[in-house]
């Protein structure tokens, strides 16, 4: 599942070599792309939180979860799904399905101020059960495994714009998710810089 932008970048009918060549030349490196700028955000958002109890920016808006849970119901994903959101950020996601029935969630991110965020977020609904662990997925391989789906909301986005090696960092995002999914698992993702085809490709082993 991709919400992205209409059209293509003409990577079509190329060979694997050809057609990573083009996707990996999308984009111009970003600082959104580094660990440092999440952390930076976070520890703001963090702040903000214990100040005033905004949770903070919500990527993609209210509407963007709301269209990944009504497709989960579609897809008949049953309440006790391991699922697992990548980049879990200030937890507002996990929030929504847990209050949608989803009782086995658990959330990552690399940035320490996003897991104490998220978990400031989860304690104030009176969501204790819901498990935030501070993880890289990119070096990770091994670790999260037999996940029935596993959602991610930009934070492939965010990764396309590393500005080290962004090439080898989508390489392996592929491989962390293969092993964390069961042999029969559902990966959803929404995107803002990659379109439905080019998900596709990139996400069909």
Known sequence: MADAREGSRGCENRTDSEEDKCSDNDFESSKLG?????????????????DIGDVGEIWFGEESMSRVLRWMDKAKIPEDAGVLDIGTGNGAFLVELAKHGYRNLTGIDYSPASVELARNVLQAEGLTDVTVKETDFLSCRGELTGFDVCIDKGTFDAISLNPDNNKECKKLYVHTLKDALKDNGIFVITSCNWTKEQLLERFCE
């Open 34 to 50: 580094t660990k440092e700028y999440w952390e930076e955000a976070y520890q703001k958002e963090l702040e903000t939180f214990k």
